[in-house]
């Protein structure tokens, strides 16, 4: 059972993650039972889990959704972002290794190569996250670690990167780039500063894509 459980909250979680179940989407036990081939029960558990962690908001007489993240609260998460991620460019500038700035340069590049060919954001996606917990780690500190990888483990937060459109995506990059440029001399003002900048982009991409989808559905609810 508690097997069962696990997969049904994983499979879930993923789901809301990748955007397959955007903010606000509803959901039943039938349908992600059938989604994920596993009975009811587990996957009611599961969503009582992914409730308590605040993913999934129950509303009386409507049912479980996908809880949508107001402006404030992305504003709210975007604020401890900002300060770890930049905190985290600056320590990388001074403590990377020579192995992991490669590394990076690696992936910079990998994403360069994609977006040259027309790649989407969602192709780009998983580099750009190896990316950003490369610079992290590249801090050298498991305290910052470990409260990055708790804020960003917000789904809406991971699905950020999926909303990009073309000319944001390329200004993302060329913000990579940049920061690369400050890690590898070794300026730890110049990253904190890329890294800030590059973090708020984000959120406000975030923020637009929001406003985008909820324009769609009112649309679609008026017509």
């Not at 039938?30 to 129950?58: D, K, Y």
């Not at 800030?196 to 959120?203: G, I, L, T």
Request: overall charge neutral.
């Amino acid at each position: 059972m508690a097997a069962a459980v696990d997969k049904a909250y994983s499979a879930i979680r993923d789901g809301i993650a990748s955007g397959q179940f955007s903010s606000g989407t509803h959901l039943t036990a039938q349908n992600l039972a059938s989604a994920t081939g596993l009975s009811r029960t587990p996957v009611r558990e599961a969503m009582r889990r992914l409730h308590a962690e605040g993913l999934i908001e129950f509303i009386p007489h409507r049912g479980a959704f996908v809880r949508q993240l107001g402006e404030r609260e992305i504003y709210k998460i975007y604020d401890l972002i900002i300060l770890l991620e930049s905190h985290g460019a600056e320590a990388a500038a001074q403590n990377a290794t020579q192995d992991q700035i490669n590394e990076m340069q690696d992936l910079v590049q990998r994403m360069e190569e994609l977006i040259q060919r027309g790649a989407s954001a969602s192709e780009v996606a998983e580099y750009n996250g190896r990316f950003h917990r490369l610079v992290v780690a590249a801090a050298h500190n498991s305290w910052l670690e470990a409260a990055f990888r708790v804020i960003v483990d917000v789904p809406q937060v991971m699905n950020t990167f999926h909303a990009y459109q073309p000319d944001e995506l390329r200004r993302s990059q060329i913000q990579h780039q940049e920061l690369m440029l400050a890690i590898g001399s070794r300026d730890a003002t110049w990253a904190r500063a890329i890294m800030e900048s590059h973090v708020m982009a984000a959120r406000n991409v975030l923020i637009r894509a929001d406003a985008r989808d909820k324009a769609a559905k009112g649309f679609i609810n008026g017509f």
